[in-house]
């Protein structure tokens, strides 16, 4: 096509408006005509280099706008659309100078400060491109996008609050924006707030039924909801609209997971990782799946995988720490050298900002007491802590109580009645937990979970308090440069034993929680023991199934075989899932004991549980990790429980309850000692009906559940760490 002088003007006139209409084509052949026509027009080389970027060649874009813009340096689009694509091509600083360059030109260029933000952000220079975004949100009223990306940015920097705040602005400004309402309930759920999160997704969903994400995300605020159905519905849905996406596929197997059905939430996790064996999510979610269903092989060469693929994952690192816990024949070395392994990786780069001893310590009053735990609820961490806690103030002490958790019941409230302060504190990272104790300055931090689930060694290994301890809620040392004691008492540390152990040992006179038990004697009545009223004997395993090995049900065979026609109950959730009752069966028979001896029961609830307990004549408790609250309910019903402890702190919880509570011959030396005193509680029946009888007062009047008797105890220790005032 040839353009004459005099038609330059009509010619770029009709290419533009070619452009306009998407018709690039036609826009670009004018644009060359008016280039062949007069090779300088630096308009025309500019916008036919556009129609190569949006055509999907960046490379020859670059060339023709570099040409624009050595015609004519001072158009700020020359630069901006420069940036985009240099930006497309990968040439990150290349496009951020380029940007810069327009905003120079035009300091109120929303569009090309816009662009620098998402090339700022693409090179991870996140605070910058936030300062962009905010930028351009400020030019131009209205500026919806540029709104989204800040909340994405800020999100990504840990500032979540901030990040709602900018997706609630994107959000007034255009509420049909589908992604901005899908991103903030995501961030809605990270921040712990379920219900608000639901809302956010269900409108991201009117507007797109099928957005996979928001679908996947709808599922997990349902799950905290309490709504299992609804979450499935969702997870289905996300699948379906998304089967290729991963993500989706993990929430649907977490969902699973979080209704016992762990052979179904395996497969999704598997799903996952045939669409992407480089996922560490996936493997890590399916080796705790597989740690759930006692197959300690598989869920350590999963978590050994994840980490493999990245090594920053803290709890995978806590997983693979806990899980040598249950390992035949484990040291407390051993224990000692992994809990470290953690700090060595995730706790030396916080050391440079630890708070220091003494200064919050010279503070005149009451002695300051933090407590940190996602289980001040119905949790075995609670019930161990809530007596005591409940009877801290009333020796001098000001309680302040972080909660991670959004849950609440009846012992949530004797918490809260307890504390000075509740500072609710679920869904804030480690850095901003630790910022907030700094800011309260507490005399001593309390740990109540280690490196079990809604544990936050991070914010420990940040040591905001001048003094940290270790109490009640984990069965090991936590492994913490910065923690610098541990509550413990003689039974689960002896004498000799304290250099496995990081921390300072504070020994407690007796035991060292204080058990609160549930029900009462009308929910819980005693019973007598099932074999004197003619029912077979029965032995009874109420522990997690990850607890189990194959030298102990060698020694459950050998019960079973010296006492004919006995029983064995094994009772856990883990059992509700058919794959893995399956699973055990196989695992039984394979051990010489006959199935159909045993009964297997799922979940029920915290009373029916108990009613089972006391459908046993006597208690197996594993080894080497001991039971803990499974051993108290058991004693609670006056069920005696048979323990062979060994040398690590997990493998001494039946040892000291049972020795605080003075019941005798239970506390084995070997494992054929371990069968021997079993068979001999069932050789006599009268022995099984009077601890039956008089158990219960006993632990209810001793020490075992004396708060008061353990808050004296624990404040003079914890005195004892603080410097002279």
Known sequence: MTVVMATIQEAMAAAVAHHQAGRLGEAAALYHAVLDALPGHADAAHLLGVVHLQSGQPDRA???????????????????????????LGKLEDAVAAHRQAVRLRPDFAQALYNLGNALEALGRLEEAATAF??????????????????????????????????????????????????????????????????????ALA?????????????????????????????????????????????????????????????????????????????????????????????????????????????????LAYLLLFRPGVTAAAVLEAHRDWDRVHGAPHRGRWVKPGKAGARKGPLTVAILSGDFRRHPAGLFAVRTVEALPGRDIRLLLYANQTESDDVTDRFRKAAAQWIPVAGLTDAEVASRIRHDRPD????????????????????????????????????????????????????????????RVLRMPDAFIAYDPPGGEDELPLTPPPSLSGKPVTFGSFNILTKLNDGLLAAWAAILERVP?????????????????????GRLAAAGIDPDRVTMVGATSSLDHMRWCASVDVALDPFPFSGSTTTLETLWMGVPVVTLPGETFSSRHSLAFLTVARVEGCIAA?????????????????RLADLRRTLRTRMAAGPLCDGERLAAALTSELRTLMPAR
């Open 444 to 503: 001593i931090l309390i740990d109540l979970a280690g490196h079990n689930a809604r544990g936050r060694p991070g914010v420990f290994a940040r040591k905001p308090a001048p003094v940290q301890v270790a109490w009640s809620g984990y069965m090991a040392t936590t492994g913490l440069a910065a923690m610098d004691a541990l509550v413990a008492d003689r039974h689960h540390v002896p004498d000799g034993m304290e250099r496995f152990y990081c921390e």
């Open 670 to 686: 070997d494992p054929a000692d371990y069968v021997d005193r079993a068979v001999a509680w069932t050789a006599d029946p009268q």
């Open 134 to 203: 905010r930028q351009a949100a400020a030019r131009r009223p209205g500026y919806a996008r540029a709104r989204f990306n800040l909340g994405n940015v800020l999100s990504a920097l840990g500032r979540r609050v901030e990040a709602d705040d900018a997706y609630r602005a994107a959000l007034a400004d255009d509420p049909t924006f589908v992604e901005a309402h899908a991103n903030r309930g995501a961030l809605l759920l990270a921040l712990d707030r379920p219900r608000e999160a639901a809302a956010d997704l269900a409108r």
């Open 207 to 319: 507007l797109r039924p099928d957005h996979a994400p928001a679908l996947s995300n709808l599922a997990a605020a349902r799950l905290a909801l309490g709504d299992r159905d609804g979450a499935e519905l969702a997870a289905r849905h996300a699948v379906a609209s998304r089967p290729d996406l991963a993500d989706c596929l993990l929430r649907l197997g977490e969902v699973r997971q979080r209704a016992d059905r762990l052979g179904a939430a395996a497969d999704a996790y598997g799903a996952a990782l045939a669409w992407n064996p480089a996922l560490a999510e996936a493997h890590a979610n399916l080796a705790l799946v597989r740690q759930g269903q006692g197959l300690l092989d598989a869920a350590e060469t999963g978590n050994r995988r994840a980490l493999a693929l990245d090594p920053t994952l803290a709890d995978v690192r806590s997983n």
């Open 565 to 585: 026609d006995s029983r064995l109950l094994m009772k856990t959730k883990a059992l509700s899932c058919p794959d893995t009752a399956a699973l055990w069966r």
């Open 62 to 88: 670059v060339t023709l706008i570099r040409g624009a813009i050595q015609h004519n340096h001072r158009v700020a689009d020359y630069h901006d659309n420069l940036g985009t694509a240099l930006k497309a």
